[in-house]
């Protein structure tokens, strides 16, 4: 099932013949309770119709944007570049982002970048 269409998790639990909290469950690994054949349905709906959750969505539902800003002057300096690096690689651990922006540093900037961080919390 390929579409342009973005499925949600209702449409999931749908194909699956489930709810959309049993769905729900499924992708957040509380998997302890259901039965095998719930579990084998929604991952094969899941599989043929590639679906992935929206990050938008699961933000909204958790409160939690698991994203970290980095704002840095000079990503070419090998120092800076072994830093992102890092930061990027340990947040992937925790399944968070990193949005990093890469500008020459003013105090105006800082201002405005800190207050656009602000906004994804």
Sequence with gaps: MKSNVRLTINDIAKLANTSKT?????LNNKTEKMSDETRERIRKVIEETNYTPNPVARSLNSKS???????IGDITN???NKI???????????????????????MKLKLIMYR????WV
């Design 22 to 26: 049993t769905v729900s469950f499924y």
């Design 78 to 80: 090998d120092f800076a």
């Design 116 to 119: 656009e961080c602000l906004k």
């Design 84 to 106: 992102v690096k890092g930061i990027d690689d340990v947040v992937q651990q925790h399944h968070y982002q990193v949005r990093l922006v890469t500008r020459t540093i003013t």
């Design 65 to 71: 944007t698991k994203l970290i800003g980095v704002l």
